[in-house]
């Protein structure tokens, strides 16, 4: 097993995968179909890998240093409790999006209506609103996604861990007041949060996983990359009931702009929050 670790991590090396032996790991593990931990046990005890597998393996770390994304590779990225079905067409969801989430799980486990209602807009692989329904037994959630690749893996995770509480909607953020399940909850909903495409229109990402493989619809949001975060702002006021929480993703750099427009459109105690790295991730205002 060591020796294969070490070609496998060697072929990820050459094409400047950074945590060459965390990907090698997985991907043996996606391969052997065992987890993560059995891998490196299966190191420690100096197992050898079948020669089948060993190819398996090798042919994956050569698309994986061609840098299409791991999850892409394995058809899986965990988030938070899951682990979702995602692949070309889906933004991959990251860690520091878990981050953004417990705000909303937080006030949602606060609230004391006994059927908290949640809105999650622009939902991709409907990590979020699938973690919100996940860790909130009593919430009840709707998730809306504009993307019909994007939607269809948000359809298939939402059969696997939506458990009956999470509606999920194809549709535009732009026309929320047309859309039927949304005028249902006008008013009622006690958390509203969004990842929106956010990355300004002329910056395009330097790592090839993101700028290859990621959806433009799910990067790019105009000049400043705030036009969808101005849409939802104007939105959400319709739909989030006095006191009720909205939460926001968005770039390091993008908090002061965000807490103006949200003032500006009427929203209270605008903050913005840090991730685990230290930078600006969040921001989260008041209804």
Same mark, same amino acid.
């Given at each position: 097993?060591?020796?294969?670790?070490?070609?496998?991590?060697?072929?990820?090396?050459?094409?400047?995968?950074? $945590?060459?032996?965390?990907?090698?790991?997985?991907?043996?593990?996606?391969?052997?179909?065992?987890?993560?931990?059995?891998?490196?046990?299966?190191?420690?005890?100096?197992?050898?890998?079948?020669?089948?597998?060993?190819?398996?393996?090798?042919?994956?770390?050569?698309?994986?240093?061609?840098?299409?994304?791991?999850?892409?590779?394995?058809?899986?990225?965990?988030?938070?409790?899951?682990?979702?079905?995602?692949?070309?067409?889906?933004?991959?969801?990251?860690?520091?999006?878990?981050?953004?989430?417990?705000?909303?799980?937080?006030?949602?486990?606060?609230?004391?209506?006994?059927?908290?209602?949640?809105?999650?807009?622009?939902?991709?692989?409907?990590?979020?609103?699938?973690?919100?329904?996940?860790?909130?037994?009593?919430?009840?959630?709707?998730?809306?996604?504009?993307?019909? $690749?994007?939607?269809?893996?948000?359809?298939?995770?939402?059969? $696997?861990?939506?458990?009956?509480?999470?509606?999920?909607?194809?549709?535009?953020?732009?026309?929320?007041?047309?859309?039927?399940?949304?005028?249902?909850?006008?008013?009622?909903?006690?958390?509203?949060?969004?990842?929106?495409?956010?990355?300004?229109?002329?910056?395009?990402?330097?790592?090839?996983?993101?700028?290859?493989?990621?959806?433009?619809?799910?990067?790019?949001?105009?000049?400043?990359?705030?036009?969808?975060?101005?849409?939802?702002?104007?939105?959400?006021?319709?739909?989030?009931?006095?006191?009720?929480?909205?939460?926001? $993703?968005?770039?390091?750099?993008?908090?002061?702009?965000?807490?103006?427009?949200?003032?500006?459109?009427?929203?209270?105690?605008?903050?913005?929050?840090?991730?685990?790295?230290?930078?600006?991730?969040?921001?989260?205002?008041?209804?």
């Amino acid at each position: 097993m060591g020796a294969a670790i070490a070609q496998l991590e060697a072929i990820l090396a050459a094409g400047g995968i950074e $945590e060459a032996g965390v990907d090698v790991e997985l991907i043996l593990a996606h391969v052997l179909g065992v987890s993560r931990g059995r891998v490196q046990a299966l190191a420690v005890m100096h197992e050898s890998v079948a020669p089948d597998r060993f190819a398996a393996a090798t042919e994956l770390a050569e698309e994986r240093a061609r840098r299409v994304p791991l999850q892409h590779l394995t058809g899986r990225a965990p988030f938070r409790a899951i682990e979702l079905s995602v692949g070309p067409g889906v933004f991959v969801p990251r860690p520091e999006t878990e981050t953004v989430a417990q705000f909303a799980i937080d006030a949602l486990q606060q609230c004391p209506s006994p059927e908290p209602i949640a809105v999650d807009l622009c939902t991709g692989s409907g990590a979020i609103a699938l973690s919100l329904a996940h860790e909130v037994p009593t919430a009840r959630v709707v998730a809306l996604e504009k993307s019909r $690749e994007a939607y269809a893996w948000a359809e298939r995770n939402v059969r $696997e861990w939506g458990d009956g509480r999470v509606e999920l909607i194809l549709g535009d953020v732009a026309k929320l007041s047309t859309i039927p399940a949304f005028l249902g909850v006008a008013g009622h909903v006690d958390v509203l949060i969004s990842n929106p495409p956010y990355v300004p229109a002329d910056m395009v990402p330097r790592d090839p996983e993101v700028r290859d493989h990621d959806p433009a619809l799910a990067l790019y949001g105009g000049a400043d990359g705030l036009d969808v975060v101005r849409i939802i702002s104007r939105q959400a006021r319709n739909l989030v009931k006095p006191g009720g929480l909205l939460v926001l $993703e968005h770039a390091e750099l993008q908090g002061d702009a965000i807490r103006n427009l949200l003032a500006a459109d009427g929203w209270r105690a605008a903050a913005t929050h840090p991730d685990l790295t230290g930078r600006d991730r969040a921001t989260t205002a008041l209804r």
